[in-house]
């Protein structure tokens, strides 16, 4: 029992550890998951393209799961098929706006949608809203109830996920303080003589 107990009091703490760097946060656009839908998608990125799983949508962007690195702000279109026109394909440019390893070369990404048309347009919207079924589904898992054993691994899942994120974070920030500390002990001047004639 006190093994137990402790155990749980672990969770809870690398739990709390994610609350220390959370910022306040106001969404503007409702996430739809759509990973149940398996909708076909593509990158294209210049003459290249390559698959992608699309994670959650909603009318200003997209979430990707992509075994591809990207760099952050870089332009790329985003090819998806579209349910409510019979899977009809559709090419809505966009801009990476968030990426994050997660492992074996898979990165979870963020695309935010630039339509320059109005077709553009209404297929970002007919992807997002068009798909009764998707929603429907949507609803149902919202009101299905949690098992105790289910909330525990979803609990622990998002504690070591929080820890390991802040353990990265204060890493970082240890070695970029510490590097400071060496060059301001250290500093290069350029008065100082050359090595070499």
Known sequence: LTMTLTVLNMIFSLAAIGVML???QKRGAYRIPVQIA?????????????????????????G???????????????EVAIPAWGHAMAHIPARLVRHRYIFSRRWNMGLLFEPESMDEKR???ALVYGDSNLHL??????????????GLMFLIKTA?????????????LFFARLVQRVIALFPLSSNSPSQFP
């Open 22 to 24: 959370e910022k306040a």
């Open 123 to 125: 297929a970002i919207i």
């Open 64 to 78: 990707l799961l992509v075994s591809h690195g990207l760099a952050r702000n870089e332009k790329v279109i985003l």
């Open 38 to 62: 398996n909708l076909p998608a593509w990158i294209h990125r210049g003459h290249e393209r390559f698959p992608v799983v699309l994670d959650d949508i909603s009318h200003a962007g997209a």
């Open 137 to 150: 589904t949507n609803q149902r898992r919202r009101q299905r109830r949690i098992g105790l054993l289910e």
């Open 160 to 172: 070591f996920t929080h820890a390991w994120e802040n353990f990265l974070f204060l890493t970082h």
